[in-house]
């Protein structure tokens, strides 16, 4: 039985931090269909994301601001990850998503200005990371339906984020060890903020 039900409280003691074996995994596919357990896992890890934007209950659990949580991060070895956030237009997006897939990508890039964050990662990492810049994800979402979703910008950018951690990839990994500034050449590739 999985402590992350509706009542738990995720705070900054689950979040499993780099150096982790975990986060070097690739994750197992959740078996169709999810359990109400991994379901309310999701749930718990959308409400944690929330908690972390809302300065009052952010303070009171002393919650990093976070966008995006995959399962890994607290420990599960599981594909699925919560994303909360707003976008350029300030439209406010919330997904649970299971076994996660890109199914098709821009060729166009972008990346974001002050460079990537991650709640597993304790440290400022400087350097660009250059992300598709639309993208399109077939999932299972928190209602147990099959769902086909379009992302650009920073929408794109955190989705890719959260499937990369499903992969065993940290946003760190794709920045250009020798320019950590330096952008992919023979591509079109802006910044978003």
């Known amino acids: 039985m999985s402590k992350f039900n509706e009542s738990y409280i995720i705070t900054m003691k689950d979040i499993v931090r780099e150096g982790d074996p975990i986060l070097r995994q690739q994750t197992e596919e959740v078996t169709l269909p999810p359990t109400n357990e991994e379901l309310e896992t999701l749930k718990c890890m959308l409400q944690f994301l929330k908690n972390s934007q809302d300065p009052e209950l952010a303070a009171k659990y ?56 991650c709640l597993s990662v304790d440290r400022d990492v400087p350097g660009y990371v250059p992300r598709y810049e639309r993208i399109k994800v077939k999932a299972i979402d928190i209602t147990g339906k099959e769902v086909t979703i379009k992302l650009s910008g920073f929408g794109a950018i955190v989705a890719q984020h959260e499937i990369d951690h499903l992969n065993g990839i940290m946003f760190y990994d794709h920045i250009n060890q020798e320019n950590p500034f330096k952008l992919p050449e023979n591509v079109e590739i802006k910044s978003v903020f």
Do not use: C, W
């Open 62 to 117: 002393k919650l990093r601001s976070g966008v995006g949580l995959s399962a890994n991060q607290i420990g599960l070895n599981k594909r699925m990850f919560a994303a909360y956030f707003h976008d350029e237009k300030g439209n406010l997006h919330e997904y649970g998503l299971i076994n996660p897939k890109i199914i098709s990508h821009s060729i166009s890039m972008i990346y974001i200005t002050n460079g990537e964050g």
